[in-house]
């Protein structure tokens, strides 16, 4: 895969006026950019719809954990606004997961992906809520929760991609938040990674917020992360 269709740009952004203009200053070079809860909820849809219409792919961060009719009336309206991606939550369990599938099937580039375990928790975060083992054996053992409910891939930390490429089919996504480069810091991220090394050890795509969005330069920036995917 081209690294320009590799790096999706996380819109972590508190109003669409700074989202646009992050897009503006990037131009043609990013093509991927990721919607979250905070800017779907100040920019509504409109925003999206916009991007779709400019060419770029939009990954929309739903985390959706609702019940299977709500997750899948969720889905189909991500499909109508012609996003790319659409995540939810893995620990919802398999109805969910394959409600948002096939809901999904109206739209053949609408991808659902299964949020594993965020980059932010800690294996002592997941024994607070009951959850034995670490986060990288939980990764794992819901990611073929996912792939068992026909999920297209998931969402990881990069530290947990070289575990995943062994327990998922080779065309399954793998999209890692928590990428920064070298020096930068990893913020709230408790399991991070470089472009470099997520890529390397399989992920399908990279997302950075901060490192680009947050930078002097962001076109810079965004140069430094596509350096480090070129061979």
């Known amino acids: 895969m081209h690294p320009n269709r590799q790096i999706i740009v996380a819109l972590d952004c508190d109003s669409r006026q ?3 203009d992050i897009v503006d ?20 849809p409109d925003l999206v719809e916009r991007l779709v219409a400019q060419g770029k792919e939009v990954f929309l961060d739903l985390k959706l954990f609702e019940i299977p009719h709500s997750v899948a009336g969720a889905v189909r309206a991500a499909g109508a606004l012609g996003v790319s991606m659409v995540t939810v939550h893995s620990m919802g369990g398999t109805a969910i997961m394959a409600a948002a599938v096939d809901a999904a099937r109206g739209f053949p580039g609408l991808r659902i992906l299964a949020l594993t375990v965020v980059t932010s928790m800690t294996d002592a975060d997941l024994a607070d809520i009951g959850v034995s083992g670490s986060a990288e054996e939980q990764v794992v053992r819901l990611a073929r929760l996912a792939r068992k409910s026909g999920c297209h891939g ?78």
């Open 18 to 20: 700074t989202a646009e």
């Open 154 to 231: 998931v969402i990881a930390s990069p530290q947990d991609v070289a575990a995943l490429r062994g327990a998922l089919d080779g065309d399954a996504l793998i999209v890692t938040p928590g990428v920064t480069l070298p020096g930068d810091s990893a913020a709230e991220h408790a399991r991070p990674g470089t472009p470099h090394a997520a890529v390397a050890a399989g992920a399908s795509h990279i997302v950075v917020g901060r490192t680009v969005t947050r930078a002097a330069d962001p076109s810079a920036a965004f140069r430094l992360v596509h350096a480090a995917l070129v061979p």
């Open 25 to 44: 200053r990037l131009g043609d070079a990013c093509r991927f950019y990721k919607i979250g809860l905070e800017l779907l909820t100040s920019a509504g």
